[in-house]
T-cell receptor
Framework: KQEVTQIPAALSVPEGENLVLNCSFT??????LQWFRQDPGKGLTSLLL?????REQTSGRLNASLDKSSGRSTLYIAASQPGDSATYLC??????????????FGSGTQLTVLP | SQTIHQWPATLVQPVGSPLSLECTVE??????LYWYRQAAGRGLQLLFY??????ISSEVPQNLSASRPQDRQFILSSKKLLLSDSGFYLC???????????FGEGSRLTVL
Protein backbone atom coordinates (compact mmCIF):
# COMPACT_ATOMS: atom_id res chain seq x y z
CA LYS A 1 0.00 0.00 0.00
CA GLN A 2 1.33 3.43 -0.92
CA GLU A 3 1.54 5.69 2.08
CA VAL A 4 2.84 9.11 3.01
CA THR A 5 3.95 9.78 6.57
CA GLN A 6 4.73 13.05 8.32
CA ILE A 7 6.51 13.16 11.65
CA PRO A 8 6.14 14.91 14.01
CA ALA A 9 2.42 15.61 14.08
CA ALA A 10 3.06 18.91 15.85
CA LEU A 11 6.05 21.20 16.25
CA SER A 12 6.54 24.37 18.23
CA VAL A 13 9.53 26.67 17.68
CA PRO A 14 10.55 30.19 18.71
CA GLU A 15 10.42 32.94 16.13
CA GLY A 16 13.53 33.27 13.98
CA GLU A 17 14.51 29.63 14.13
CA ASN A 18 15.23 27.63 10.99
CA LEU A 19 13.26 24.40 10.88
CA VAL A 20 12.76 21.25 8.84
CA LEU A 21 9.54 19.36 8.27
CA ASN A 22 9.79 15.73 7.22
CA CYS A 23 7.80 13.64 4.79
CA SER A 24 8.39 10.00 3.89
CA PHE A 25 6.74 7.88 1.22
CA THR A 26 6.68 4.15 0.66
CA UNK A 27 7.16 3.95 -3.12
CA UNK A 28 9.98 5.72 -4.94
CA UNK A 29 8.09 5.64 -8.26
CA UNK A 30 6.42 9.04 -8.15
CA UNK A 31 5.49 11.73 -10.68
CA UNK A 32 6.05 14.49 -8.20
CA LEU A 33 5.77 15.54 -4.58
CA GLN A 34 3.87 18.60 -3.44
CA TRP A 35 3.91 20.61 -0.21
CA PHE A 36 0.83 22.46 1.00
CA ARG A 37 -0.05 24.85 3.77
CA GLN A 38 -3.42 24.81 5.49
CA ASP A 39 -4.62 27.54 7.83
CA PRO A 40 -7.44 26.69 10.28
CA GLY A 41 -10.78 26.37 8.53
CA LYS A 42 -9.27 27.05 5.11
CA GLY A 43 -8.43 25.11 2.01
CA LEU A 44 -4.93 23.94 1.10
CA THR A 45 -2.50 26.34 -0.51
CA SER A 46 0.16 24.88 -2.77
CA LEU A 47 3.65 25.89 -1.63
CA LEU A 48 6.09 23.91 -3.74
CA LEU A 49 5.94 21.17 -6.34
CA UNK A 50 9.00 18.98 -6.95
CA UNK A 51 8.97 16.97 -10.15
CA UNK A 52 10.38 13.46 -10.13
CA UNK A 53 13.46 14.60 -12.05
CA UNK A 54 14.23 17.43 -9.62
CA ARG A 55 16.01 17.36 -6.28
CA GLU A 56 14.76 20.61 -4.82
CA GLN A 57 12.60 23.68 -5.28
CA THR A 58 12.80 27.06 -3.61
CA SER A 59 10.30 29.83 -3.00
CA GLY A 60 11.33 32.69 -0.77
CA ARG A 61 12.18 31.33 2.67
CA LEU A 62 10.99 27.86 1.72
CA ASN A 63 13.11 25.10 0.26
CA ALA A 64 11.81 21.62 -0.46
CA SER A 65 14.04 18.69 -1.27
CA LEU A 66 13.30 15.28 -2.72
CA ASP A 67 15.28 12.05 -2.33
CA LYS A 68 13.40 9.32 -4.16
CA SER A 69 15.88 6.59 -3.33
CA SER A 70 15.29 7.00 0.38
CA GLY A 71 11.62 7.91 -0.01
CA ARG A 72 11.99 11.22 1.75
CA SER A 73 11.22 14.89 1.26
CA THR A 74 11.93 17.79 3.55
CA LEU A 75 10.53 21.31 3.74
CA TYR A 76 13.02 23.80 5.11
CA ILE A 77 11.67 27.07 6.49
CA ALA A 78 14.27 29.75 7.14
CA ALA A 79 13.92 32.45 9.78
CA SER A 80 10.48 31.32 10.90
CA GLN A 81 7.80 33.89 11.68
CA PRO A 82 4.52 33.67 13.64
CA GLY A 83 2.70 33.97 10.31
CA ASP A 84 4.20 30.64 9.32
CA SER A 85 2.02 28.93 11.93
CA ALA A 86 -0.20 26.49 10.06
CA THR A 87 -0.50 22.83 9.20
CA TYR A 88 1.89 21.68 6.48
CA LEU A 89 0.97 18.68 4.38
CA CYS A 90 2.95 16.78 1.81
CA UNK A 91 1.43 14.67 -0.95
CA UNK A 92 2.94 12.21 -3.39
CA UNK A 93 1.64 11.48 -6.87
CA UNK A 94 2.51 7.81 -7.27
CA UNK A 95 3.06 6.44 -10.78
CA UNK A 96 0.89 3.41 -10.15
CA UNK A 97 -2.16 5.29 -8.90
CA UNK A 98 -4.31 4.17 -11.80
CA UNK A 99 -6.03 5.77 -14.76
CA UNK A 100 -6.21 9.21 -13.19
CA UNK A 101 -3.53 11.09 -11.34
CA UNK A 102 -4.19 10.97 -7.60
CA UNK A 103 -2.23 12.40 -4.74
CA UNK A 104 -1.71 10.51 -1.50
CA PHE A 105 -1.53 12.86 1.47
CA GLY A 106 0.32 12.73 4.73
CA SER A 107 -1.58 13.65 7.88
CA GLY A 108 0.34 16.90 8.25
CA THR A 109 2.60 18.65 10.74
CA GLN A 110 1.00 21.41 12.77
CA LEU A 111 3.59 24.15 13.15
CA THR A 112 3.41 26.86 15.80
CA VAL A 113 5.95 29.68 15.70
CA LEU A 114 6.06 31.48 19.02
CA PRO A 115 6.70 35.25 19.03
CA SER B 1 -5.33 32.66 -14.47
CA GLN B 2 -7.15 29.67 -13.13
CA THR B 3 -9.43 29.86 -10.12
CA ILE B 4 -11.60 27.39 -8.29
CA HIS B 5 -14.77 28.22 -6.41
CA GLN B 6 -16.71 26.18 -3.88
CA TRP B 7 -20.04 26.84 -2.23
CA PRO B 8 -21.60 26.99 0.18
CA ALA B 9 -18.73 27.69 2.57
CA THR B 10 -20.69 26.50 5.60
CA LEU B 11 -23.67 24.22 5.87
CA VAL B 12 -25.62 22.83 8.83
CA GLN B 13 -28.03 20.07 7.91
CA PRO B 14 -30.21 17.59 9.85
CA VAL B 15 -29.69 13.87 9.55
CA GLY B 16 -31.61 12.46 6.62
CA SER B 17 -31.65 15.69 4.61
CA PRO B 18 -30.16 16.00 1.11
CA LEU B 19 -26.85 17.63 0.24
CA SER B 20 -25.46 19.48 -2.73
CA LEU B 21 -21.99 21.03 -2.78
CA GLU B 22 -20.83 22.72 -5.94
CA CYS B 23 -17.41 23.40 -7.35
CA THR B 24 -16.49 25.30 -10.50
CA VAL B 25 -13.14 25.95 -12.13
CA GLU B 26 -12.33 28.93 -14.33
CA UNK B 27 -9.50 29.53 -16.76
CA UNK B 28 -8.86 25.97 -17.85
CA UNK B 29 -10.52 23.27 -19.89
CA UNK B 30 -10.98 19.55 -19.33
CA UNK B 31 -9.39 19.55 -15.87
CA UNK B 32 -9.13 16.49 -13.64
CA LEU B 33 -11.40 17.30 -10.70
CA TYR B 34 -11.40 15.82 -7.20
CA TRP B 35 -13.53 15.81 -4.05
CA TYR B 36 -11.74 15.24 -0.76
CA ARG B 37 -13.05 15.07 2.78
CA GLN B 38 -11.09 16.10 5.85
CA ALA B 39 -12.62 14.88 9.09
CA ALA B 40 -11.61 16.48 12.39
CA GLY B 41 -8.14 15.34 13.40
CA ARG B 42 -7.73 13.18 10.33
CA GLY B 43 -6.02 13.43 6.99
CA LEU B 44 -7.46 14.05 3.56
CA GLN B 45 -9.58 11.27 2.13
CA LEU B 46 -10.18 11.13 -1.61
CA LEU B 47 -13.89 10.60 -2.29
CA PHE B 48 -14.34 11.04 -6.05
CA TYR B 49 -12.40 12.10 -9.09
CA UNK B 50 -13.41 12.91 -12.63
CA UNK B 51 -11.37 13.05 -15.84
CA UNK B 52 -14.21 14.43 -17.97
CA UNK B 53 -17.92 15.19 -18.32
CA UNK B 54 -20.02 12.36 -16.95
CA UNK B 55 -16.94 10.37 -15.90
CA ILE B 56 -16.89 9.74 -12.16
CA SER B 57 -14.72 7.37 -10.18
CA SER B 58 -15.47 6.59 -6.55
CA GLU B 59 -12.74 5.80 -4.08
CA VAL B 60 -14.77 5.09 -0.98
CA PRO B 61 -18.17 3.33 -0.74
CA GLN B 62 -20.61 5.61 1.07
CA ASN B 63 -23.91 7.41 0.71
CA LEU B 64 -22.36 10.26 -1.24
CA SER B 65 -22.34 10.66 -5.01
CA ALA B 66 -20.70 13.01 -7.47
CA SER B 67 -21.63 14.34 -10.87
CA ARG B 68 -19.93 16.36 -13.56
CA PRO B 69 -22.63 17.88 -15.73
CA GLN B 70 -20.29 20.37 -17.39
CA ASP B 71 -16.56 20.45 -18.12
CA ARG B 72 -15.70 22.79 -15.26
CA GLN B 73 -18.43 21.88 -12.77
CA PHE B 74 -18.22 19.17 -10.15
CA ILE B 75 -21.06 18.47 -7.71
CA LEU B 76 -21.07 16.39 -4.53
CA SER B 77 -24.47 15.12 -3.43
CA SER B 78 -26.29 12.96 -0.96
CA LYS B 79 -29.92 11.92 -0.77
CA LYS B 80 -29.87 11.34 3.00
CA LEU B 81 -27.09 12.66 5.20
CA LEU B 82 -25.62 10.70 8.08
CA LEU B 83 -23.92 12.08 11.19
CA SER B 84 -20.68 10.60 9.92
CA ASP B 85 -20.87 12.80 6.82
CA SER B 86 -19.85 15.83 8.89
CA GLY B 87 -16.51 17.22 7.82
CA PHE B 88 -14.64 19.65 5.66
CA TYR B 89 -15.11 19.01 1.94
CA LEU B 90 -12.51 20.21 -0.51
CA CYS B 91 -12.67 20.40 -4.27
CA UNK B 92 -9.44 20.38 -6.26
CA UNK B 93 -8.20 20.40 -9.82
CA UNK B 94 -5.01 19.08 -11.33
CA UNK B 95 -3.01 20.98 -13.95
CA UNK B 96 -2.30 18.87 -16.99
CA UNK B 97 1.26 20.04 -17.58
CA UNK B 98 2.94 20.08 -14.17
CA UNK B 99 0.57 17.84 -12.23
CA UNK B 100 0.13 20.49 -9.55
CA UNK B 101 -3.04 20.24 -7.46
CA UNK B 102 -5.00 23.35 -6.51
CA PHE B 103 -7.75 23.47 -3.91
CA GLY B 104 -10.87 25.49 -3.34
CA GLU B 105 -11.60 27.16 -0.02
CA GLY B 106 -13.64 24.24 1.24
CA SER B 107 -17.16 23.64 2.52
CA ARG B 108 -17.71 22.83 6.16
CA LEU B 109 -20.65 20.48 6.68
CA THR B 110 -22.16 19.81 10.08
CA VAL B 111 -24.84 17.14 10.27
CA LEU B 112 -26.98 17.32 13.41
Amino acid sequence: KQEVTQIPAALSVPEGENLVLNCSFTDSAIYNLQWFRQDPGKGLTSLLLIQSSQREQTSGRLNASLDKSSGRSTLYIAASQPGDSATYLCAADFLSSGSARQLTFGSGTQLTVLP
Amino acid sequence: SQTIHQWPATLVQPVGSPLSLECTVEGTSNPNLYWYRQAAGRGLQLLFYSVGIGQISSEVPQNLSASRPQDRQFILSSKKLLLSDSGFYLCAWLTGNTGELFFGEGSRLTVL
